[in-house]
């Protein structure tokens, strides 16, 4: 169900999209669903959200997900003390934070910003995106007034291109 409402996506690539089944465990069959952007496309996490709120998922289901892991590329830079990635092609900014299992990730990357460092490409786990799906759902919604909420990277890994 979440793959197909993934695989729907205007920016997915369609052909892409696969579910690696985990081995079963009890009434529980885990699996990791992995696609990616068609060509020149980035993809919205907001629209991605709102087609799997519109699947039986945003209901009764017990089903969950463990983490969104996404690599995006742009350009990560520093505002105030937040360090932010500028998608490349689209208008989304991601806030990039430390990830708990990958603490000195995040220092590095500074530390790379403060010489100057060209990073080109941030691979982490979107916050939010863990729990049963009508929880994650809802509470990645945006606001009464409409308001999305900002999206908060949690960096595992990062390259560095050329200035």
Known sequence: MARD???RQYDVERNAVTLV???VKGNYCPGTIAFQAKKGRSIDLEKLRESIAATR??????MSVDWLEITALGEVVARGEELLL?????????????????????QRLREAQARG????RVTGRVHGWTGRFPDVLRALAP????????????????????R
């Open 5 to 7: 409402a993934i695989a």
């Open 21 to 23: 089944p985990e081995p």
């Open 57 to 62: 998922l945003s209901g009764g289901t017990k």
């Open 143 to 162: 606001d009464a007034a409409g308001v999305r909420k900002r999206t908060l990277l949690l960096v595992t890994d990062f390259e560095i291109g050329k």
């Open 86 to 106: 500028k998608v490349s092609g689209c208008g989304q900014e991601l806030v990039l934070g430390e990830n708990p299992e990958a603490k000195t990730v995040m």
């Open 117 to 120: 460092t060209k990073v080109t």
